[in-house]
């Protein structure tokens, strides 16, 4: 009588191979070949967050998050102008995400188990480390946030924010009025109307919204961060070819910086005799290859947006008009805890 395992160790050989060969083809056969055969990027932003994403009267966007879209943009084409921008709310960002209505999201977002494992989403490292905030007016005369008891709070509804808003009280044995509108500019004009006396935010989006209040200087932000707010680009789980495109495109970021690689000198880099560089802009390694990528992508990220100080000054740092301080932001070797695996 014929083993039964007779046929059935061809078939898992066979197996085995489509599923190597699958895994080998995954950048070409999933969302890198999509975008390449579209012309474009499609990328999730806010919908209007200073310093963050925002789009002015001739529709061109910029921003911190948008910049990012257009250092990947750089990475596959060489050209920055390939991404077509989706504004999406909080709540269907993920939602677009998951039914590939966008590529990738872009979209101050944090990074949480439940976003991970629960809805099947992949966060591509953190590129802008923040918390949780309170802004209030200037009138109320508080300077912290355990002052603010029975006060009435405005928030983004279905954001992590809310969660943290509630675990915060909670522990401090504090009673407020939640306020919860379903947009952040619905909140936003909630508390300039006077519905609210506090708006809840992350810190880096409290320095934005204060911008768009008639008498920005009314307001003020608390010095409390009540939450640990990791920001990062988001794909969908189902492609890790294209999830360790957009993975090492922030990591080459956060290189080139620290390599003194800009958009300012990348004639020099590609000159450089030392290895850390050359590997960088692709004269060695060949590890564009591995990505499905030209081996000079990391070179062409920076052109597109420059590394990550640049990106950060040009939109938030001190010099911008939301003038906040690097912070944890900065290097780990320069006394921040931004750090990121070397390319070789």
């Known amino acids: 009588m014929p083993s039964r395992f007779a046929t059935s160790i061809p078939l898992a050989v066979g197996f085995a ?8 083809g995954g950048a070409q056969a999933g969302t890198l070949e999509t975008v390449k055969q579209r012309g474009a990027l499609q990328c ?13 009267g001739q529709g061109k966007w910029s921003g911190f998050d948008v910049d990012f879209c257009r250092a990947v943009a750089g990475a596959i084409f060489d050209d920055q102008s390939k991404v077509s921008f989706v504004p999406l709310s909080a709540g269907e960002r993920f939602k677009a995400l998951k039914e590939g209505r966008i590529d990738l999201l872009s979209r101050n977002s944090t990074w949480t188990l439940e976003r991970e494992a629960g809805l099947g989403l992949s966060f591509a490292g953190i590129s802008y480390h923040d918390g ?9 005369n508080v300077s912290s946030a355990l002052e603010l008891d029975n006060a009435k709070v405005c928030v983004e509804a279905g954001t992590t924010t809310q969660a943290n808003l509630a675990d915060f009280f909670r522990a401090n044995a504090m009673k407020y009025e939640e306020k919860a509108h379903a947009r952040s500019s619905d909140a936003l004009a909630a508390f300039q109307a006077g519905e609210c006396n506090v708006l809840t935010r992350d810190q880096s989006a409290l320095y934005a919204e204060r911008l768009k209040l008639s008498k920005p ?5 608390l010095p409390d961060v009540i939450s640990k707010e990791p920001l990062g680009p988001v794909t969908r789980a189902d492609d890790f070819a294209w999830f360790n495109i957009v993975k090492w495109v922030h990591f080459a970021l956060v290189n080139g910086e620290e390599l003194g690689v800009s958009s300012g000198n990348l004639a020099q880099a590609e000159a450089s005799t030392k290895p850390d560089v050359r590997r960088f802009v692709g004269a060695e390694g060949g590890f564009g290859k591995m990505l499905g990528l030209d081996d000079r992508w ?32 900065q290097l780990w070797n320069m006394g921040g805890v931004l750090y990121a695996p070397p390319l070789r």
């Open 17 to 24: 191979a489509a599923l190597a060969s699958c895994i080998a």
């Open 44 to 56: 999730g932003v806010s919908e209007g967050l200073f310093g963050f994403s925002e789009r002015d």
């Open 132 to 140: 949780q905030g309170f802004m209030v007016m200037r009138s109320m």
């Open 217 to 221: 200087s009314d307001a003020v932000i």
């Open 298 to 329: 990391a070179l062409h990220a920076v052109r597109a947006a420059g590394n990550y100080s640049e990106i950060y000054e040009r939109n938030l740092g001190v010099d911008s008009k939301l003038g906040i301080p690097r912070g944890l932001n």
